[in-house]
T-cell receptor, first 115, second 117 residues
Framework: DTEVTQTPKHLVMGMTNKKSLKCEQH?????MYWYKQKAKKPPELMFV???????INESVPSRFSPECPNSSLLNLHLHALQPEDSALYLC??????????????FGQGTRLTVV | DQQVKQNSPSLSVQEGRISILNCDYT??????FLWYKKYPAEGPTFLIS?????DKNEDGRFTVFLNKSAKHLSLHIVPSQPGDSAVYFC????????????????FGKGTKLSVKP
């Protein structure tokens, strides 16, 4: 099983709404990531969790709030977003230990539109 | 400053021929390289990777070549098929940045491959 599952696939939200994106993997990976991707651009790293602890926050605005409830789940809570936050949000996971492949496996993404 | 560069935004190849996608990097600390394939509105799919201790890795129709002295890698697809049409991203890692509290892929901007029947 090399699957990372993201829900929902599509989300439209107003600027005053609160919503959450969800991500799940059962590969035993202990690193999980949130990326943001705009059209015709590479994915941009937002957050990294390693062993359920936040290890990287790439200067992401506080209107994005990540949460890692356990080793299989990763959430991204959204509040008071701006239209320019509209993008494809990608979750990924990978091994952490040295000697194992560090290849990250990505979910299908959530297409977010902020109106 | 881009650490991973894919200088060709697009590539068009005839079905059955070889596709060669190129990637250059500047950071000599990178020691693991990956190729991802991406269809529109989907997440990237991991294709193949190579460690810096090797110069070639092959998986079916896909072969990745690494030239460390030139800081250059390439992905060869033989034979190319119409279903290979997608955006291909090169990505790099430093082993100092994984296997611990961090794990940060640095992506190139991607090359859009079109395989014509």
């Amino acid at each position: 099983d090399t699957e990372v599952t993201q829900t929902p696939k599509h989300l439209v939200m107003g600027m005053t709404n609160k919503k959450s994106l969800k991500c799940e993997q059962h590969m035993g990976h202990r690193a999980m990531y949130w990326y943001k991707q705009k059209a015709k651009k590479p994915p941009e790293l937002m957050f990294v969790y390693s062993y359920e602890k936040l290890s990287i926050n790439e200067s992401v605005p506080s209107r994005f709030s990540p949460e890692c409830p356990n080793s299989s789940l990763l959430n991204l809570h959204l509040h008071a977003l701006q239209p320019e936050d509209s993008a494809l949000y990608l979750c990924a996971s990978s091994q952490v230990s040295q000697g194992l492949s560090p290849a990250a496996f990505f979910g299908q993404g959530t297409r977010l539109t902020v109106v | 400053d881009q650490q991973v560069k894919q200088n060709s935004p697009s590539l068009s190849v005839q079905e059955g021929r070889i596709s060669i996608l190129n990637c250059d990097y500047t950071n000599s600390m990178f020691d693991y390289f990956l190729w991802y394939k991406k269809y529109p509105a989907e997440g990237p799919t991991f294709l193949i990777s190579i460690s810096s201790i090797k110069d070639k890795n092959e998986d079916g129709r896909f072969t990745v070549f690494l030239n460390k002295s030139a800081k250059h890698l390439s992905l060869h697809i033989v034979p190319s098929q119409p279903g290979d049409s997608a955006v291909y991203f090169c990505a790099a890692l430093s082993s100092m940045n994984y296997g611990g509290s961090q794990g940060n892929l640095i992506f190139g901007k991607g090359t859009k491959l079109s395989v014509k029947p």
